[in-house]
Nanobody, 125 residues
């Protein structure tokens, strides 16, 4: 599956952004979708993930209550609504996909087989 992330930008602290991840090439509704981010000099870290049917979601503690993941299988797109943004949210955000599996942990980067190119989010103080 090919993934294209978009929606990043420059925003002031407290602002919001909506990231999108458009998928093509395979049946989108068969895939777990995840969002990760990587700040300069840091490792890529888990942000959020959603199951193939949208019935299960998971969030990193650092974004819980501020970010919301969703998906529209009819549009082959996953979203990450990021509210109350903080300077520490500044990073390149990546979307990723893995074929549906009931037993996997959604957090590790190694769990995902397909990655998008990333979109920059910069939050100014």
């Amino acid at each position: 599956v090919q993934l294209q992330a978009s929606g990043g930008g420059l925003v002031q602290a407290g602002g919001s952004l909506r990231l999108s991840c458009a998928a093509s090439g395979r049946t989108f509704s068969n895939y777990i979708m995840g969002w990760f981010r990587q700040a300069p000099g840091k490792e890529r870290e888990f942000v959020s993930a959603i199951s193939w049917n949208g019935g299960y979601t998971r969030y990193a503690d650092s974004v819980k209550g501020r970010f919301t993941i969703s998906r529209d299988n009819a549009k082959n797109t996953a979203y990450l609504q990021a509210n109350s943004l903080k300077p520490e949210d500044t990073a390149v955000y990546y979307c990723a996909a893995r074929f549906r599996d009931y037993s996997v942990d959604y957090v590790p980067t190694s769990m995902y087989d397909f990655w998008g190119q990333g979109t920059q989010v910069t939050v100014s103080s």
